[in-house]
């Protein structure tokens, strides 16, 4: 289908309209670029039907189909569920990045960045081939960091960004050894092949390895603990990118990894262990930490930490009620996110503070804020009849069916969180008599709150048209759990264990959000603790990283040419020398051509004169020893019939030493500035080294790794080049451009020494 990739390069090609729209419309032309994504959104959602009847949409052209690299992609369930979240929620990004960035000198960079965004990540989701997963994944990262580092006048934002960079960059590089590996293990680098071969991949004595290194990739993406700080420092961004990132974007394209191979590497101990584990402590820190902090965006960027965490403990768990839970709170919570942080943007921009603690009344000023924040926050909340109210119902569900109590104990004090956070988001900075700000506040433009409203709108609706919801989400959760699964979703499961612990969630949340002051109090003490977090391990990596480079360059860097040679010399001493010790097969020393006195007399000629080159302490005796070496080897070009060899190495002798002479004549006699032991050092060096090269020689002369050409060249050279002279006819007509390159080098040499010999210096100028 033509179509698909079309739609995923679509983005990037909108990329070259976007300084134009912006030159003639400035601001209003976020509504402009925002058509494409919204035809994308109907695109993506009717090829659904297609991947419900279990014949999704693909793509496949050869890209480097030698290594198995494949421009694929493929529109399953699960690719057109995140596709639309992409592509639906990027169509408000950029009509809300136009008002928020209104009068910005750079608004345009934003436009392109963030479209060379949508398209990055759609790239990710849809991709078919492991490696072209990965290429698209690398431009997230790259994207991600010029959206975050968009204020780069910034220190902060510089560091927010390289910090992103770095640590998803990173993951990244492991995830391709593990794609690899994968690959390897599964015989195939298609992931629509890999996932129905999960028996043979987790029987696989790669298992281990490809598991590890896939997780550090996810999770580096994800944002799971250890590696949670990135996501929170990148709220330096503007909060275009914010929403953007945090809703339907960069942040979830790690738990799309690993639903997507779930089916292929899920079902192990070491699967559950790690994704639990791992989940839980990120769901618990970010909750923990988002109930201390009082800057809306930050307040918001830790509760996406634990609902990512959330996530990834759904898939740990792998229980068909767990992923479909899954599914529908990454649905509810790319909406009711998305909203939030346009609802903060917009407060921010309107009062000029995003300090929760301070601003109060704002319902009078800003009513359609309001309402969408009234309604994102009761959905974060997970009360009913939104989508996330019955996504949380069926974690809950899927957590105690597994008898994970403990489990059980954490989702409940995250899901508490959620409530508080949503609470001073969507209640307590809108309620209340009007506070002082820094600007007097108003409502936003339309462009900044049609976005929230429409997110928000849409939570609500999915919940009460439940039926609808399941038939959208139903391909996915089969796309996941590798098998057709029926997805029933309702509001009402009647009285249960799920539901009390749900109200007992909110209870507790209510109750935080009421002592929310005092909370805070107590978390100054987390502030401080924090300090010695991961955060600063990053910096202190970081910075170990750059003492070990000054001190890797002050030693390999030394800036004495000698040094640089003996490195070299050494290096391919060693290098050669094991290969020749590993291959244990001895040359052997007889050549099959007869050594007469002549050659014997000429080969000791050139000894000498290498020998006197090193020892004699005039400059003009040492380039005559060159000269008596280089004699000598056109001596032995004339003994074994090669006179127009011999002839070029003649005049390429007496002109070498006609040039030192005249260059060097007036430079006064060798000076003796090594000690004794550098110059036996570097004798034995030079004999070891010329000792290997005359072995390595003699060991070439018996390798056959190919037949030789030399026939070939001497019965085409009349026929096909023209010519007697082999070598004149491989110089001219064989190796033409080889030659043409030399001759071309050696030219651009000539003007290089004329253009020395013209320069003059004139006073201070040199000219």
């Not at 699960?78 to 990004?93: D, K, P």
């Not at 690899?180 to 004595?205: F, N, W």
């Not at 009421?514 to 600063?536: E, H, N, S």
Request: net charge positive; aromatic share 10%; proline share 5%.
């Amino acid at each position: 289908m033509t179509a698909l990739p079309l739609a995923v390069l679509s983005p990037f090609a909108l990329v070259a309209l976007a300084p134009w729209a912006h030159a003639r419309l400035k601001h209003q032309a976020g509504w402009l670029l925002a058509v494409l994504p919204a035809i994308l959104t109907a695109f993506f959602g009717s090829l659904m039907p297609l991947a419900a009847a279990g014949a999704p949409a693909s793509f496949c052209m050869p890209w480097m189909a030698s290594a198995r690299v494949m421009f694929s992609f493929h529109a399953d369930g699960l690719a057109l569920l995140f596709a639309v979240l992409i592509s639906g929620i990027g169509t408000f990004i950029l009509i809300y990045a136009g008002g928020y960035l209104k009068g910005h000198p750079q608004q345009g960079r934003m436009f392109v960045f963030l479209l060379l965004f949508m398209g990055s990540m759609l790239g990710v989701v849809l991709s078919d081939n492991l490696i072209t997963l990965f290429v698209f994944w690398e431009l997230t990262s790259l994207t991600s960091y010029l959206l975050i580092g968009f204020n780069h006048e910034q220190e902060r934002s510089r560091r927010a960004a390289l910090q992103a960079l770095v640590v998803t960059g990173t993951g990244g590089l492991a995830m391709l050894a593990g794609f690899l590996l994968l690959g390897t293990a599964a015989g195939s680098m298609e992931l629509s092949e890999i996932v129905g071969k999960g028996d043979q991949i987790r029987s696989a004595a790669l298992y281990l390895p490809v598991l590890i290194l896939v997780l550090l990739g996810a999770f580096t993406k994800s944002a799971q603990f250890p590696f949670h700080h990135w996501l929170p420092n990148a709220m330096e961004a503007p909060t275009p990118v914010s929403a953007y990132l945090h809703s339907a974007t960069m942040v979830k394209a790690g738990v799309f990894l690993l639903a997507r191979l779930s089916p292929a590497l899920g079902g192990t101990t070491e699967w559950e262990a790690s994704l639990t584990v791992f989940g839980a402590a990120t769901m618990l820190a970010g909750g923990a930490l988002a109930l201390v902090k009082t800057d809306l965006k930050q307040l918001l960027a830790y509760s996406t930490v634990a609902s990512l965490g959330f996530m990834v403990m759904l898939l740990g768990i792998g229980s068909p009620y767990a992923v479909k839970g899954c599914l529908v709170f990454l649905t509810a919570h790319a909406l009711y996110k998305g909203a939030l942080f346009m609802v903060a943007g917009a407060v921010d921009h309107e009062t000029g503070t995003r300090d929760a603690s301070v601003l109060k009344g704002l319902r009078t000023v800003m009513p359609f804020t309001a309402f969408a924040a009234a309604l994102a926050g009761l959905a974060m909340a997970g009360l009913g009849p939104w989508l996330s109210f019955i996504g949380k119902e069926l974690a809950l569900e899927a957590v105690l069916g597994g008898g994970n109590l403990w489990l059980a104990a954490v989702t409940v004090l995250t899901s508490a969180s959620f409530v508080t956070v949503a609470a001073v988001t969507g209640l307590r900075i809108f309620a209340g008599p009007p506070s002082a700000a820094p600007k007097k506040a108003h409502e936003a433009p339309a462009s900044m709150w049609i976005g929230p409203v429409w997110l928000a709108i849409k939570g609500a609706l999915l919940g009460l048209m439940a039926g609808k919801a399941a038939a959208f989400l139903a391909p996915a959760v089969s796309s996941v759990l590798g098998r057709p699964e029926e997805l029933k979703l309702a509001l009402w499961h009647g009285v249960n264990a799920a539901l009390v612990l749900s109200a007992l969630s909110i209870a507790l949340g209510a109750a935080a959000y009421i002592g929310w002051d005092r909370i805070r109090a107590a978390g100054r003490l987390g502030d401080t603790i924090l300090k010695w977090g991961p955060d600063r391990l990053y910096d202190l990596s970081l910075d170990a990283f750059t003492a070990f480079a000054r001190g890797q360059t002050r030693v390999v860097q030394s800036g004495y040419l000698r040094y640089y040679l003996l490195a070299v010399v050494l290096s391919v001493m060693a290098l050669a020398g094991h290969s020749l010790y590993t291959r244990g097969e001895p040359p052997v020393m007889v050549s099959s051509v007869p050594v007469t006195p002549y050659s014997a007399a000429v080969a000791l000629m050139i000894i000498a004169s290498a020998i006197a080159a090193v020892l004699l302490d005039t400059r003009l005796g040492a380039i005559a020893a060159l000269g008596g070496a280089g004699g000598g080897v056109a001596l032995i070009y004339v003994m074994y019939g090669a006179p127009d060899l011999a002839m070029t190495q003649f005049l390429v002798e007496t002109l070498t030493i006609i040039l030192f002479v005249l260059i060097i004549f007036k430079l006064p006699r060798f000076a003796r500035l090594s000690r004794p032991w550098s110059r036996v050092r570097d004798g034995l060096i030079s004999i070891a080294a010329g000792g290997m090269m005359a072995y390595l020689a003699l060991v070439a002369l018996h390798v056959d790794l190919h037949p030789p050409i030399s026939s070939y060249f001497a019965e085409n050279s009349v026929p096909a080049g023209f010519g007697r002279n082999v070598v004149n006819v491989i110089l001219v007509d064989f190796r033409a451009l080889d030659t043409l390159g030399e001759i071309s080098v050696l030219g651009l040499a000539g003007l290089g020494a004329y253009a020395l010999l013209k320069l003059r210096l004139s006073g201070r100028k040199a000219t």
